[in-house]
């Protein structure tokens, strides 16, 4: 709703000088798209799948990160030490 209504740019409604005013009645002429809710319905389930794809990405990238450091320290340990860590 908010890029529909940025979209419609209401600032070009504005007929003061001084201090903006937007009246209701200038407002009931602006015409917003808004696709049937079987669509919009369509629309998040898409993106609900996408950002369920995206999480499951980023989790398996956090765990990689992880292993990284704890390989990381665990080298480190080796280095400073001579021994391995068991």
Avoid: H
């Amino acid at each position: 709703m908010y890029i529909m209504l940025k979209a419609a740019n209401l600032n070009n409604l504005n007929t003061s000088n001084a201090q903006p005013l937007i009246t209701g009645s200038k407002v009931l002429n602006v015409s917003l798209p808004i696709p049937p809710l079987s669509e919009q319905q369509s629309i998040a389930d898409y993106l609900d799948q996408k950002c369920s794809e995206i999480d499951e990405l980023i989790s398996i990238k956090q765990q990689k990160i992880e292993k990284l450091k704890d390989y990381k320290k665990s080298l480190i340990f080796e280095c400073v030490t001579g021994k391995r860590k068991v």
